[in-house]
């Protein structure tokens, strides 16, 4: 150890680096959890008229018919953006798409769930739990349901019924509603601000 004092801190830093495993090295850092360790995670919810399971490959095709019937009324109410859905996607995106948030979901980073019919044969929209960059938030849900869906009136059942089931079955303090509870224009500002600050 004596001997490398004698080299710049530059090659001492490179000799390190080249002792570490390359999969160390290239591998991303995981995201935090956004729950804690010793919180069960809800895998199952169950209302009268719909049911919540958690997205991923067993529902590739039901949630893709169910984005894809909507394009226009999520790119104005949900994402505000062309960037999804659009209607180039194709069936290898929705897997794709369906493999990350099972995997997101798996790590506990974040929490994505259809919400189906009773007898699981159709997805009526989708839920998200997801960690907050904006100070003060524990968590950011969002949810969205099809065209068909919100004109029946579908829309504000479900968040009603999202608030009441966050409150009762997740760890959080406080929790920020985009687009609901919180209008777009304030949510984009304090997400613009928290970027400013370092906070994303």
Known sequence: MTALRSFPAAVIGALIALC??????????????????????????QAATFKLVPL???????????YMSSIDHLQRTFTRSTDWPHKNLTAADAMADMENEAA???KRESFAY?????????????????PSTVAGYDAV???WVTKAEHDAGFDA???VWVQTWVRAKWPFAKVAYPGRAI????????????KKNGKE
């Open 183 to 194: 209008d777009w224009a304030t949510w984009d500002a304090l997400v613009a601000a928290s």
């Open 56 to 66: 991923g490959p067993a529902l590739v095709k039901i949630d893709y018919e169910a």
């Open 141 to 143: 849900v969002r949810l």
């Open 157 to 159: 059942e479900l968040y």
């Open 20 to 45: 570490t495993p390359l999969a160390a090295r290239t591998q991303p850092a995981q995201a935090a959890q956004l729950v804690p360790a010793g919180f069960t995670v809800p895998v199952a919810a």
């Open 114 to 130: 259809g919400v189906l019919t009773p007898d699981g044969r159709r997805e009526r929209g989708s839920v998200y739990v997801s």
């Open 104 to 106: 997101r979901f798996q």
